[in-house]
């Protein structure tokens, strides 16, 4: 009964992984059920037991994101507030070299087409970084490591655009773009 249930636990896993990755290259509306499916080696009737409609894996794969943005954010912490930004910059960094784009700016074009619970989720992830990155660099600029004009909110929103747009970038001009990007992004914080 137990490996029933840890293989059931682990084949969710799997779904919910295959379809984070079907997102972040595809985009929400681009896949179906059997896109998961297939490559797992399993039936659609499994996916849809795990998760009967879409929008229940879609808040899943937003809700694991959540998690694990808290979940880093806090290792974090500790850190001075500019190391912090870097922090986050090596995340995009990251989901460019696996050929990703993050995952709210993946969902942001099907955002009007996704359920409202699916679109509350959507909401709370991109509140959760925005105000995270909003208090890092308030706490930042107060502490003298980070410098910029106007509101933290603003610069926050800036610099999520922007390595939001530098993963979109990446994908057709090359890796280039995110290294630019972020470098120059983190120059600017830095310079007094």
Not at 26 to 40: C, H, T, V
């Amino acid at each position: 009964m137990r490996q029933m249930a840890a293989n059931m636990s682990e084949t969710r896993d799997k779904i919910v992984a295959m379809a984070d990755r079907l997102v972040r290259t595809q985009g929400f509306n681009a896949f179906s059920y059997k896109d998961i499916a297939a490559p797992l080696e399993i039936k659609n009737a499994a996916v849809h037991y795990h998760f009967p409609a879409k929008a229940d894996l879609g808040i899943e794969v937003v809700e694991q994101e959540i998690e694990k943005f808290r979940s880093q954010t806090s290792r974090w912490k500790k850190l001075p507030e500019d190391e912090q930004v870097v922090k986050l910059t090596e995340v995009f960094r990251r989901h460019s070299q696996e050929g990703n784009i993050c995952l709210m700016g993946s969902l942001a074009p099907d955002f009007r087409t996704l359920s409202p619970a699916m679109q509350a989720k959507v909401l709370e992830m991109a509140n959760a970084i925005i105000d995270w990155l909003t208090q890092c660099l308030e706490q930042g600029r107060k502490q003298g490591r980070l410098h910029f004009k106007g509101t933290a909110h603003t610069r926050a929103l800036i610099i999520i655009s922007n390595l939001q747009a530098s993963l979109l970038l990446s994908r057709v001009i090359g890796s280039s773009a995110i290294r630019d990007i972020t470098e120059q992004l983190l120059a600017d914080l830095r310079q007094k």
